[in-house]
């Protein structure tokens, strides 16, 4: 496993992070967790960008040993592992009512970040 490939994709999905949930789906996720931009602007981004940017790095380096260590085709290992983590957080959204728009926009992007991370994998691991 090569942890600076790992790192970088989780660098990566942190960026997409970053536009996901200002540029693409800001205002609709706002909207959907209700939140307001006075409620944002309140409170400090620091510790939740840290956590964060640690949390993404974690899982590029999980999903990289697993699907090293998978004896599968990496696209499918990876969409495997998306699939098994959407679905887990899935039963949390209905236990807390959330929004459908709020299931979308949040797993989506897991989707979509679990998959660079896989192609990061495929290419340089």
Do not use: C, R
Not at 25 to 46: C, H, N, R, Y
Not at 69 to 89: C, M, N, P, Q
């Amino acid at each position: 496993m090569n942890i600076i490939i790992a790192l970088l994709a989780g660098l990566v999905a942190f960026a997409v992070g970053a536009l996901w949930y200002t540029v693409l789906f800001g205002k609709a996720w706002m909207k959907a967790v209700g939140l307001d931009e006075e409620t944002i602007q309140k409170g400090s981004p620091i510790t939740p960008m840290i956590v964060t940017l640690l949390v993404e790095i974690a899982v590029a380096l999980v999903v990289s040993f697993i699907l090293i260590h998978l004896d599968l085709d990496i696209y499918i290992g990876g969409l495997l592992i998306a699939v098994a983590a959407i679905l887990s957080a899935i039963k949390n959204y209905v236990f807390e009512m959330k929004p459908f728009k709020l299931i979308l926009i949040n797993e989506s992007y897991k989707l979509v970040t679990i998959m660079i991370m896989t192609a990061s994998v495929a290419f340089f691991g």
